[in-house]
C-alpha cells in the first residue's frame, strides 16, 4: 500500500495504491496521521484518490472511519474518489457512501469541496 501526496491549492490529495486489509492498514493509519494531525478550523480537504485500490476489508474501513471522525473533530472534510468497480461495490454494500463523501473522479471532488483547487488540478484522477 502506497500513498503520495500533492497539495492543489488549499486541498490536498492523497493518492493510495495496493491493497488495505489486515496487513498494510496499520501503514494507511500511520501514512494518514500527519495528514490528519494538520486539519485545523476553517476546515481542511483531504481527498483520497482511490483510483489504485483494488481491494480494502473491513480493517480499511474501520481506519477510514476513524480518519474521518477525527478530521470532522477538527473542522476537516475527507472524501475519497476515483473508486474502482470492485471497491465501488464493497462501498455501496457497505453504505460507506453515507459516511465518507464519495466521488466519481478527484475533478468531481475538488469541484464540489474546493473550486479553488480545482482551478489548479492538472490531471485526471
Do not use: W
Amino acid at each position: 500500500m502506497q500513498l503520495i501526496e500533492q497539495r492543489v491549492g488549499d486541498a490536498l490529495l492523497l493518492k493510495a495504491s495496493g491493497r488495505i486489509d489486515r496487513t498494510t492498514a496499520d501503514g494507511f493509519k500511520g501514512a494518514l496521521q500527519p495528514h490528519l494531525e494538520q486539519c485545523k478550523p476553517g476546515g481542511n480537504v483531504i481527498v483520497l484518490d482511490f483510483s489504485g485500490i483494488d481491494y480494502i476489508s473491513s480493517v480499511g474501513f474501520q481506519v477510514l472511519l476513524v480518519a474521518q471522525k477525527r478530521a470532522k473533530a477538527q473542522y476537516g472534510v475527507i472524501a475519497i474518489a476515483a473508486l474502482q468497480p470492485g471497491v465501488k461495490a464493497i462501498f455501496e454494500i457497505a453504505n460507506f457512501s453515507k459516511v465518507i463523501r464519495c466521488y466519481d473522479s478527484v475533478r468531481d471532488a475538488l469541484a464540489e469541496m474546493s473550486p479553488a483547487a480545482l482551478a489548479s488540478y492538472t490531471h485526471e484522477g
